[in-house]
């Protein structure tokens, strides 16, 4: 097969390919960072403290992530075809990449949640700050780059699944690899579109890795003078 046989095939799958894992990611988001912010709140010690709740969205988290992509693809059929009309094609896979990337992205971000330090959550309910305050001002804020690097990795996980979604005819390049490279032998499509995985995963990952360095340089420059201010209240005490 020529390069101009390629190109056609080639576009037209990555760009299956990006609207798959764009809107997913988007959902993922939008799903697992209240998830897993709510993994930290009610868990013991939280500053929502409900043992329910917390066992209730872990249960969840922990089945989302136990199933293998390729049998919650299709365990969820018949629930994408009552949201999407149809199985096939880019537009169906969002809704099991979403159904299996929010768990996943919850786990990630209530880890990143964690590590920020509880002194910094102290001094903001000292001052008045109510849970959601202390989500959006200390939570949060501190815990981006983290929660950038398990974007960036959530991301990565979701090109790996929307190229098994080729498998039950999803479109993107996992079709493209299964159709023509292996069902017709095109042994020079298939691997061009290793390439293209590969180039693809490689830029997310390096685009990552300097948003999530950006965040942490500009979360510890803004972290010296909120220390600053708090010097002179602790001297204050002192006296």
Known sequence: MSWSQMQPLLSQACWETL???GWST?????GGLPLGVLLVLTDRGGL??????????????N?????PFLILMISVLPFTRWVIGTTIGAEAMVVPLSIGAIPFLARLVETAVREVDGGLVEAVQAMGGSTWTVVRKALLPESL???????????IALIGYSAMAGTIGGGGLGDLAIRYGYQRFE???????????IVIV?????????AARSASHRGRASTTPR????RPAAATEAS
């Open 227 to 230: 220390l600053r201010l708090l």
């Open 63 to 67: 089945l989302g992530r136990s199933l």
């Open 187 to 197: 042994t020079s499509l298939m691997l061009v579109t290793i390439g293209v995985l």
């Open 145 to 155: 780059p983290s929660l950038i690097a398990g974007l960036t990795t959530t991301v």
């Open 48 to 61: 929502l403290r409900n043992a329910t709740v917390n066992k209730a969205v872990g249960v969840v988290v």
């Open 26 to 30: 988007l959902i993922a988001v939008a």
């Open 19 to 21: 609207i798959m894992v």
């Open 202 to 210: 490689t830029v997310v990952q390096l685009a990552g890795d300097l």
